[in-house]
Structure formats: C-alpha cells, structure tokens
C-alpha cells in the first residue's frame, strides 16, 4: 500500500484498507493533508499544553520523568515535548526507558522536538530503536531518519534486518535521504536487500520504492544482480535503473 496512505492512516488511528479510496492520489497530495492533520492535532489545546510546560520546570526533572511515565502517558508527553526548553527535555527524556520512550516516539511530531531528538545520548537513541524494532513499528523509525545525525542512524539501521530495512526505507519521511541512508550501510548491504527481496514478493514494492530513490552510483551496484531477480520483479527493475 501507499506508504503516505499508512502513515496518515497512522496519524488517524485508523486501519490503512479504510483510507484505499486515496490509493489514485497523488502522493505529495497525501503527505500534504498528514501533515495538516498533525498540525491541527498539536496545535488543539496548545494554550494549556504551554502552561503544563512551564509548570513543568517548577519540579525536579526526576520528578518530572516519573510523573510524565505514571500520570501523562505518552499521547501527552507528545504533545508537551515541542514546548518545553530544550535542556529541559533532554534531562528529562534521559530518565524514562526506552519503552516509554518508543511509545512517545511514536506519537510525537519530530519536526516540533528535533533540538531535543538530536541532542538525547546515542545509547538511548538505540535503545528506543531496539524496541521500536521489537514492536515492527517501521513508521516511527522511518520518520526519524531524517532528523538524526548520521552516526546515530548508522547505528540505528544496523539493528535492521533486511526486511525491516526495507519496509523502514518504504516509509521515510524524506525519500530525498534514502540514497544517503543506504550509503551508511556496510558493504555489500545494498545486495544482500535486493537478494532479500527477491525472495519475497510482499518485499517488492519496499525494495522497488528504495531503487526509485537511489543514486547513479548505488544503481550501479544493482544491476550486476539483475539475472539473480524472478522475472515479474527484474523487468521493473530493470526499467527503473537502466
């Protein structure tokens, strides 16, 4: 299925089959309203949401962690994490687990909180991405790809197996990093992928999204592969990276 369809369908709370109807439109069109949706949602009630910020540094980060794990929960962390300082949010983040932090994560607007995102330690990013990888939820990690320096995601998509790899790369929030992702790999990573592919069909549109995205270069590295493919997958292959 579309991967902005499954990510709006995320955004709604909803199962992706009832947002098919969308399927014929066009795609930049669908992360358009995702995005307006997300907006609207964070944007409901930021005047009390501004006030539990600030209400938030009159109380020790350990007190602010335990209260944010027992009392918010992570819907409201959320929606909270945008506002607060970013020091703050950093001394705060540090002391939830990883659990509760995936859970947040997968909630959280990370355009809003990418000052926090990119300065909470490398062990707990991974951390998160070990459970975010237990739980398959690729839509989360595909969304904060973009917002990680590259020494993190590097880390971070080595815990990936090929399949997670691809359906992780299916739903990247910018496809415009997918090649530069791809070249954090290790050697010979982008082949084992395509091999991995090749063997699944319900990997076939992951892996074919991820070729439309790459460079010059890394569809170089490809087509030596191309005998290696069924046929229904190498002709689409094949037009693509000719």
Same mark, same amino acid.
């Given at each position: 299925?579309?991967?902005?369809?499954?990510?709006?369908?995320?955004?709604?709370?909803?199962?992706?089959?009832?947002?098919?109807?969308?399927?014929?439109?066009?795609?930049?069109?669908?992360?358009?309203?995702?995005?307006?949706?997300?907006?609207t949602l964070f944007d409901a009630n930021v005047v009390v949401l501004e006030r539990m910020a600030l209400a938030s540094?009159?109380?020790?980060?350990?007190?602010?962690?335990?209260?944010?794990?027992?009392?918010?929960?992570p819907l409201l962390c959320a929606r909270i994490a945008g506002l607060v300082d970013v020091s703050r949010g950093i001394?705060?983040?540090?002391?939830?687990?990883?659990?509760?932090?995936?859970?947040?994560?997968?909630?959280?607007?990370?355009?809003? @909180?990418?000052?926090?995102?990119?300065?909470? *330690?490398?062990?707990? &990013?991974? #951390?998160?991405?070990? =459970?975010?990888? $237990?739980?398959?939820?690729?839509?989360?990690?595909?969304?904060?790809?973009?917002?990680?320096?590259?020494?993190?995601?590097?880390?971070?998509?080595?815990?990936?197996?090929?399949?997670?790899?691809?359906?992780?790369?299916?739903?990247?929030?910018?496809?415009?990093?997918?090649?530069?992702?791809?070249?954090?790999?290790?050697?010979?990573?982008?082949?084992?992928?395509?091999?991995?592919? @090749?063997?699944?069909?319900?990997?076939?549109? *992951?892996?074919?999204? &991820?070729? #439309?995205?790459?460079? =010059?270069?890394? $569809?170089?590295?490809?087509?030596?592969?191309?005998?290696?493919?069924?046929?229904?997958?190498?002709?689409?292959?094949?037009?693509?990276?000719?």
């Amino acid at each position: 299925m579309n991967p902005e369809i499954l990510k709006l369908a995320r955004v709604l709370d909803v199962a992706p089959e009832r947002l098919g109807y969308l399927a014929d439109v066009d795609q930049g069109e669908v992360r358009l309203l995702r995005e307006q949706v997300t907006t609207t949602l964070f944007d409901a009630n930021v005047v009390v949401l501004e006030r539990m910020a600030l209400a938030s540094r009159l109380l020790p980060a350990p007190i602010v962690a335990k209260i944010a794990e027992k009392v918010f929960g992570p819907l409201l962390c959320a929606r909270i994490a945008g506002l607060v300082d970013v020091s703050r949010g950093i001394d705060v983040a540090k002391r939830l687990s990883p659990k509760f932090l995936a859970s947040v994560a997968a909630e959280i607007d990370p355009r809003r @909180a990418t000052a926090i995102i990119t300065r909470i *330690p490398v062990p707990t &990013v991974v #951390a998160v991405a070990e =459970e975010l990888t $237990r739980r398959e939820d690729w839509i989360t990690l595909g969304r904060f790809v973009g917002h990680l320096p590259d020494d993190t995601v590097r880390r971070c998509i080595g815990l990936l197996d090929d399949a997670g790899l691809l359906h992780t790369a299916y739903v990247l929030d910018d496809k415009d990093r997918a090649d530069h992702v791809l070249g954090l790999l290790a050697d010979g990573r982008l082949t084992d992928l395509v091999r991995t592919a @090749a063997a699944d069909e319900s990997l076939w549109e *992951p892996a074919l999204d &991820v070729l #439309a995205h790459l460079g =010059e270069a890394r $569809r170089a590295a490809v087509r030596p592969l191309l005998d290696e493919l069924p046929d229904g997958l190498r002709a689409r292959v094949q037009a693509m990276i000719r």
